[in-house]
């Protein structure tokens, strides 16, 4: 069965520092793989997401960026935290059919609360 | 773009009540998935509906997705604490990978 695992599950930074959230995915090949930020508990703001090793596509223009240097792996960066980047963190990952993830149901992480002091 | 709204934002009910959320979309869903969170952790996939007028359940929890595919609802039967949580509706976007997500409904249950 497929796994989705994030680390670290929290995660207290100063304001200037630097931030690497990793995510990994088991049992499964190839799969799309996206991150999420939730504030307040509520909607969900897509930041990045992957079709691919080396492929990113960054949604919202911002202090983040994104890797994926393996299949199963996406990391989520900033070389200089901001207050603003507090929040939940989310990995997610879905399966791709023969040209697309459309149709498929995507599952998600447990998670990672970053507090930026 | 589309956009995907949830009613209500907040609903408080006794157990044993019965309830509904709604997911309105903003055009036609191909897909639409309902999920559950959590305070604190990740989302829980419930149901995934794509033919109009489909139905699912899983135990005591409902979803259809209407005939013209633009709204879904998500009933739950004799609600109890363990129902207590947020849940998100998500759709399919058209020609990307990508879901768009609802702001959410929080469920609060008391006993």
């Known amino acids: 069965s497929q796994t989705i695992h994030q680390w670290p599950a929290t995660l207290v930074q100063p304001v200037g520092s630097p931030l690497s959230l990793e995510c990994t995915v088991e049992?499964?090949?190839?799969?799309?793989l996206y991150w999420y930020r939730q504030a307040a508990g509520r909607g969900l703001q897509l930041l990045f997401y992957?079709?691919?090793?080396?492929?990113i596509s960054s949604e919202v223009p911002q202090n983040l960026s994104a890797s994926r240097p393996q299949d199963r792996q996406f990391i989520l960066s900033s070389k200089k935290l901001l207050l603003s980047d507090s929040g939940f963190y989310l990995c997610?990952?879905?399966?791709?059919?023969?040209?697309?993830?459309?149709?498929?149901?995507?599952?998600f992480g447990p998670g990672t609360r970053l507090t930026v002091l | 773009s589309q956009e995907l709204e949830q009613s209500p934002q907040s609903l408080i009910v006794q157990e044993g009540k019965n309830l509904t959320i709604n997911c309105t979309s903003s055009?036609?869903?191909?897909?639409l998935y309902w999920y559950k969170q959590k305070y604190g952790e990740g989302l829980i996939f419930l149901m995934m509906?794509?033919?109009?007028?489909e139905e699912k359940s899983h135990e005591k929890i409902t979803a259809k997705l209407d005939e013209k595919k633009q709204q879904s609802s998500l009933h739950i039967t004799a609600s109890q604490p363990s129902h207590a949580g947020i849940y998100l509706c998500?759709?399919?976007?058209?020609?990307?990978?990508?879901?768009?997500f609802g702001t959410g409904t929080r469920l609060q249950v008391f006993p």
């Open positions: 509906l794509q033919k109009g007028g």
């Open positions: 998500g759709a399919d976007t058209l020609n990307t990978d990508k879901l768009i």
């Open positions: 997610a990952w879905r399966s791709r059919g023969r040209t697309s993830g459309r149709g498929n149901e995507q599952f």
């Open positions: 055009k036609t869903l191909y897909g």
């Open positions: 992957s079709v691919g090793i080396g492929q």
């Open positions: 049992g499964t090949s190839n799969p799309n």
